[in-house]
Nanobody, 123 residues
Framework: QVQLVESGGGLVQAGDSLRLSCAAS????????MGWFRQAPGKGREFVAA????????YYADSVEGRFTTSRDNAKNTVYLQMNSLKPEDTAVYYC????????????????WGQGTQVTVSS
């Protein structure tokens, strides 16, 4: 099993940047695909980004492509989401998740989830 704790959320203005971190417990962190999802009020959970176990492959939702970057440091058991050029529509609770499956885009592929961190972007 793996336990996940997100940090780095906050209130920023449109155009600002934030970096989210997700710290994982457990010695097998490096075998997991790590995903980022978000959920805005009244909406379902949506895929944001994912990174393969090695960090060699990354995947992004069209809505964040070119603005967000995910990376990982397996030595530190941590995955990151660098968010640039933030927009009000990026406001949501952001979750990291871990999966040993191959479908990086589907929330159902991720059995392990963090508690979430709030990101609020004002206009």
């Amino acid at each position: 099993q793996v336990q996940l704790v997100e940090s780095g959320g906050g209130l920023v203005q449109a155009g600002d940047s934030l970096r989210l971190s997700c710290a994982a417990s457990g010695r097998t962190f490096s075998v997991y695909t790590m995903g980022w999802f978000r959920q805005a009020p009244g909406k379902g959970r949506e895929f944001v980004a994912a990174i393969s176990w090695s960090g060699g492959s990354t995947y992004y939702a069209d809505s964040v492509e070119g603005r967000f970057t995910t990376s990982r440091d397996n030595a530190k058991n941590t995955v990151y989401l660098q968010m640039n050029s933030l927009k009000p529509e990026d406001t949501a609770v952001y979750y990291c998740a871990a999966s040993r499956g191959s479908n990086s885009y589907a929330a159902t592929s991720y059995p392990y989830w963090g508690q979430g961190t709030q990101v609020t972007v004002s206009s």
